[in-house]
């Protein structure tokens, strides 16, 4: 096949792609897609303290989620904070859900733990789906930043072994 057949048949199928992407771009419903994509916080400088409150609680406060996400600017929104006694108490109360959720997913890494995975074979020309049981195994890097994190926050520096023992208390109960 020489090059000029070649870009000849790359044309054609150009054209039939082209066809068919408008075909189907056709059928497509993009007020749904529009509808799907709005977000309910992007107000701008007129949201609601309210509407901001749960914004802060939804993004665990992290401001640049909150910004990007409300259409506020960041200084905008640490001037809400400021002159809000329920958004300071609300970002504060999302940094602690933010810790506690890190926390025992810390603890869940340093437990060790099981899921349930859907493993997807191809035998003899059918498809097996099968649910298998995958363990994994306590991660000890999950530990040592288990580890500093602790002694970070309690301003108190516990011994490997001393954490060590506290650890085996909260997981054997």
């Known amino acids: 096949m020489s090059n000029r057949e070649i870009k000849q048949e790359k044309i054609i199928f150009?054209?039939?792609?082209?066809?068919?992407?408008?075909?189907?771009?056709?059928?497509?419903?993009?007020?749904?897609i529009k509808k799907s994509n709005e977000n309910k916080y992007n107000?701008?400088?007129?949201?609601?303290d309210e509407l901001l409150e749960e914004a802060i609680y939804e993004f665990y406060g992290n401001k640049s989620l909150i910004v990007k996400n409300t259409g506020l600017t960041r200084q905008g929104l640490y001037d809400r904070i400021a002159r809000s006694e329920i958004l300071?108490?609300?970002?504060?109360?999302?940094i602690l859900q933010t810790r506690e959720l890190v926390d025992s997913k810390l603890m869940l890494r340093i437990k060790?733990?099981?899921v349930i995975e859907t493993k997807v074979f191809c035998h003899n020309g059918q498809i097996i789906?099968?649910?298998?049981?995958?363990?994994?195994?306590?991660?000890?890097?999950?530990?040592?930043?288990?580890?500093?994190r602790e002694n970070i926050a309690n301003d108190q520096v516990l011994s490997f072994e001393d954490f060590i023992k506290k650890i085996n208390i909260i997981?054997?109960?």
């Open 14 to 32: 150009d054209n039939e792609y082209l066809a068919l992407k408008d075909e189907i771009s056709d059928s497509l419903d993009l007020d749904f």
């Open 43 to 48: 107000k701008g400088k007129y949201i609601s």
């Open 88 to 94: 300071k108490e609300a970002c504060q109360n999302a």
């Open 129 to 148: 789906k099968e649910n298998v049981v995958k363990h994994y195994p306590p991660d000890v890097n999950a530990m040592n930043t288990f580890y500093q």
């Open 112 to 114: 060790g733990y099981n």
């Open 171 to 173: 997981i054997n109960g």
